[in-house]
């Protein structure tokens, strides 16, 4: 698997690209602006898009998309529990700062469901708390975890916006994703890479 970040936006959010070499099929997570810019991007490398993946709802994460899928057709995925949120211009914040979007999901994804496309192969694993429908995706063969805003390095997402909850948040972080193995690499959604070994020892473990 071939692993890309491209940094977007005024908040600056992490956009990935992961692919499968021999397919050239891609999954793009989280287009958070420049929609257009990064479907160049795509071309640039010779890739396929097979589908957006979004970690969440929040408007940082996702003024690219309707950009995106008007250049390459790309379906939307997202997990089950965030539709409400992506299809709300004000609980995901983009009206507020005068960018109001709602998008529609072409694929909800369930908890621990796995999806495997052409050599690509992950687990999505819902982890309420940055918001309530907030998923990591887990590539487990290469053991790496695109983990949106729920875990940063040496931090945490907020909760201060709609449906997020920091009792929730700490749950997940501690049940869901520091139980994987610790050389789990793990890319947020803002910031540096970090692993599940280091963000053990920050929760103490």
Not at 30 to 49: F, Y
Not at 83 to 103: H, M, Q, T, Y
Not at 119 to 147: A, M, N, Q, R, W
Not at 171 to 186: A, F, Q, R, W
Request: charged share 25%.
């Amino acid at each position: 698997m071939e692993l890309k970040c491209f940094t977007v936006g005024p908040m600056q959010v992490n956009c990935y690209f992961v692919w499968d070499e021999k397919t050239k099929e891609a999954f793009v997570i989280d287009p958070g602006d420049n929609g257009t810019e990064i479907a160049e991007k795509l071309n640039e490398l010779g890739l396929h898009c097979h589908a957006i993946l979004l970690t969440h709802g929040h408007f940082d994460h996702i003024l690219g998309v309707k950009q995106f899928v008007e250049k390459t057709g790309a379906p939307i995925w997202a997990g089950c529990n965030e539709a409400g949120l992506l299809g709300d211009a004000d609980a995901n914040v983009s009206a507020r700062i005068r960018r109001p979007v709602e998008i529609k999901c072409d694929r909800l994804i369930k908890d621990m469901e796995r999806v495997t496309v052409d050599g690509l192969s992950f687990v999505c694993i819902f982890t309420p708390g940055h918001t309530k429908g907030s998923v990591c995706y887990y590539f487990d063969k290469e053991g790496i975890l695109f983990c949106g805003d729920t875990l940063f390095q040496n931090g945490v997402g907020r909760t201060d916006l709609p449906t997020g909850d920091s009792g929730e948040l700490y749950s997940s972080i501690e049940h869901k994703l520091l139980t994987l193995p610790i050389n789990t690499k793990c890319y947020p959604g803002h910031g540096g890479a970090t692993d599940i070994e280091s963000e053990s020892r920050n929760f103490g473990h």
